[in-house]
């Protein structure tokens, strides 16, 4: 069962463009939706995160979009460069004590120089 | 400032061996997770501890058991080793258990482990 889905599966997004991500949810009790960025042969990072009384967040060139009756949140990457090129996961949790994150399957970015 | 550290890099095993992987948290965070991420997919929990208790557990069979010690690194064993255990495990530290902007998970580089 797959709570948390992901899309696209990768992007191909020209220099300066803007690269753009999507994850819906089931879950209506998560409550805690961050994004994480992942180079090859390194952890995932924490890139930017959203609760739902928030519509919107924004950080540098990093902007998650919230729809809480839509139960979906979207990555935005404004003048997209080619040191984003990673891959990129949606996520989700209840910031609960014992609960886990619940990660989507990730969008392999890659920016064209 | 040292980041989460895993141990070994990569392992290769066989079908049916065990396999211990360690993790060291950053400096002060007590809570330790693991996770099995299998190429091309996002992570997947297998366990949550804190101050050296079980705080959650994934869905992955008995084969999988990890422990914290009192200096807060962790180990996780799999034991009888299947060919579909091959995957990167990842280790996260955080301050205390749960999730939010006050208690970020922070990520290891992994453990890559192939069984043939």
């Known amino acids: 069962q797959q709570q948390v889905k992901q899309s696209p599966q990768s992007l191909i997004v020209q220099k300066g463009g803007i690269s753009i991500i999507n994850c819906a949810y089931e879950?209506?009790?998560?409550?805690?939706f961050p994004w994480y960025q992942q180079f090859p042969g390194k952890g995932p990072a924490l890139l930017i995160a959203?609760?739902?009384?928030?519509s919107e967040k924004k950080e540098g060139r990093f902007t998650i979009s919230f729809n809480k009756s839509a139960k979906q949140f979207s990555l935005h990457i404004m003048d997209s460069q080619p040191g984003d090129s990673a891959t990129y996961f949606c996520?989700?949790?209840?910031?609960?004590?014992?609960?886990?994150?619940?990660f989507g399957k990730g969008t392999r970015l890659h920016i064209l120089p | 400032d040292a980041g989460v550290t895993q141990s070994p890099t990569h392992l290769i095993k066989t079908r049916g061996q065990h396999v211990t992987l360690r993790c060291s948290p950053i400096?002060?965070?007590?809570?330790v997770s693991w996770y099995q991420q299998v190429l091309g997919q996002g992570p997947q929990f297998i366990f949550q501890?804190?101050?050296?208790?079980?705080?959650g557990r994934g869905n992955f069979p008995d084969r999988f058991s990890a422990r914290q010690f009192p200096n807060y690194s962790s180990e996780l064993n799999v034991n009888a080793l299947l060919l579909g255990d091959s995957a990167l495990y990842l280790c996260?530290?955080?301050?205390?258990?749960?999730?939010?902007?006050?208690?970020?998970?922070?990520f290891g580089p992994g453990t890559r482990l192939t069984v043939l």
């Open positions: 996260a530290s955080s301050l205390v258990l749960g999730q939010g902007a006050d208690n970020e998970q922070f």
């Open positions: 879950n209506t009790a998560f409550d805690y």
């Open positions: 959203i609760r739902p009384d928030v």
């Open positions: 996520a989700a949790s209840r910031r609960n004590r014992d609960d886990k994150i619940i």
């Open positions: 400096s002060g965070h007590k809570s």
């Open positions: 501890y804190y101050e050296k208790e079980e705080r």
